[in-house]
T-cell receptor
Framework: DVKVTQSSRYLVKRTGEKVFLECVQD?????MFWYRQDPGLGLRLIYF???????EKGDIPEGYSVSREKKERFSLILESASTNQTSMYLC???FGTGGKNIQYFGAGTRLSVL | SQQGEEDPQALSIQEGENATMNCSYK?????LQWYRQNSGRGLVHLIL?????REKHSGRLRVTLDTSKKSSSLLITASRAADTASYFC?????????????FGTGTLLAVQP
């Protein structure tokens, strides 16, 4: 079974802190994604990566950055956390395009910024 | 931008009844997928239907796709309390040119025991 592991289920941070959310997948997938999920807004793509050291902006990249130094690990960084970044963050990975673009998700990290 | 729109937003049924959820999308697709999310958890892939398929089955799930209407439906037959979850459709962005999926806002299904 594909396993996507997010480092924390719950996280509480203060405004202005630098926050790291870590995601690791064990299926040698090329693609990795970070989403945030808010009530009524569905999943919104923050960033994605299709290869090591490669990254592409999603729909809402402002206030976030990412790092992919190794194929299995994709990190989301909140440079200076703000209260409007309180949300559920979901990481996903997929093998490729076409019929192989099924995404496998981690359990999510619920981040509260106070 | 969100391409998939699920309908209804919320659905409450009794155990044993069938549940039907609909999804509409805007642009051409290579495939459409349905995912399930239990409260507070990540999404789990349920089924994928390709653009050249009209219907697909998996256990108690039946998915239809009408590319002329740009719509899909997910039918869960003989529902169980354990089916209570949010259900999302997802389409490949840019006609499959990228690896991205675009998710709808979901249908919240409550199955009453």
């Amino acid at each position: 079974d594909v396993k996507v592991t997010q480092s924390s289920r719950y996280l509480v941070k203060r405004t202005g802190e630098k926050v790291f959310l870590e995601c690791v997948q064990d299926m040698d997938h090329e693609n990795m994604f970070w989403y945030r999920q808010d009530p009524g807004l569905g999943l919104r793509l923050i960033y994605f990566s299709y290869d090591v050291k490669m990254k592409e902006k999603g729909d809402i990249p402002e206030g976030y950055s990412v790092s992919r130094e190794k194929k299995e690990r994709f990190s989301l960084i909140l440079e200076s956390a703000s209260t409007n970044q309180t949300s559920m963050y979901l990481c996903a990975s997929s093998f490729g395009t076409g019929g192989k673009n099924i995404q496998y998700f981690g359990a999510g990290t619920r981040l509260s910024v106070l | 931008s969100q391409q998939g729109e699920e309908d209804p937003q919320a659905l409450s049924i009794q155990e044993g009844e069938n549940a039907t959820m609909n999804c509409s999308y805007k642009t051409s697709i290579n495939n459409l997928q349905w995912y399930r999310q239990n409260s507070g958890r990540g999404l789990v892939h349920l089924i994928l239907i390709r653009s050249n398929e009209r219907e697909k089955h998996s256990g108690r799930l039946r998915v239809t796709l009408d590319t002329s209407k740009k719509s899909s439906s997910l039918l869960i037959t003989a529902s169980r309390a354990a089916d209570t979850a949010s259900y999302f459709c997802a389409t490949d962005a840019d006609g499959g040119a990228t690896n991205k999926l675009i998710f709808g806002t979901g249908t919240l299904l409550a199955v009453q025991p």
